[in-house]
């Protein structure tokens, strides 16, 4: 089975830290996907990855940067913690058309 | 740009009612569509897929068709369960490359007994 796991389930940060969320996938997936999650709005991608090193900017990368420096872990980072990022974060990976598979995602909250 | 639109909810249905949640897109080309569900606490599971018009998928007793005609996804299951009670979320891709799944905004079923 595809594994895709998070660092954190719950994590509460203070306004201004610099927070690491960090994802690692165990099959070898070539794509790799940070969304976030918030209701009533469903999920919309913050950045995404083809390869290492890589990084494309999803729908709403402001105020967020990645990095994948190994195939198999892609960090979301939030430079400077604001309480409009207290969210759901849900990281993927996929390879070609075989399915995307997610994470249990980490409940940030931002206080 | 591509995007999906479903029902709101939420949904509340008593079990073994039947269930419809509808959904639809805008996409060039030709996207492949997903459904995924994600229970209480838990990630988005991927629940069923199609990827040509016409397709049917299936899975755990859920169905969609793609209708390429309508330009729909409509996610059905003729006798619910109160383990169903989820946030179902229908997406889509192209089917042509790596692009990341555009999502719908969500429908949460609950299945009271």
């Known amino acids: 089975d595809v594994k895709v796991t998070q660092s954190s389930r719950y994590l509460v940060k203070r306004t201004g830290e610099k927070v690491f969320l960090e994802c690692v996938q165990d099959m070898d997936h070539e794509n790799m996907f940070w969304y976030r999650q918030d209701p009533g709005l469903g999920l919309r991608l913050i950045y995404f990855s083809y390869d290492v090193k890589m990084k494309e900017k999803g729908d709403i990368p402001e105020g967020y940067s990645v990095s994948r420096e190994k195939k198999e872990r892609f960090s979301l980072i939030l430079e400077s913690a604001s309480t409009n990022q207290t969210s759901m974060y849900l990281c993927?990976?996929?390879?070609?058309?075989?399915?995307?598979?997610f994470g249990p995602g980490t409940r940030l909250t931002v206080t | 740009g591509d995007s999906v639109t479903q029902m709101e909810g939420p949904v509340t249905l008593s079990e073994e009612a039947f269930l419809t949640i509808n959904c639809t897109y805008t996409a060039t080309g030709y996207p492949s569509l997903f459904w995924y569900v994600q229970y209480p606490g838990e990630g988005l599971q991927l629940l069923l897929k199609?990827?040509?018009?016409?397709d049917k998928g299936s899975n755990k007793g859920f169905e969609a068709t793609y209708r390429k005609e309508t330009t729909s996804f409509h996610l059905e299951k003729g006798s619910v369960q109160v383990s169903d009670s989820a946030v179902y979320f229908c997406a889509l891709t192209r089917r042509s490359g790596n692009t990341p799944l555009v999502f719908g905004k969500g429908t949460r079923l609950s299945v009271i007994a």
């Open positions: 199609a990827t040509k018009a016409d």
């Open positions: 993927a990976s996929s390879l070609l058309d075989r399915g995307t598979y």
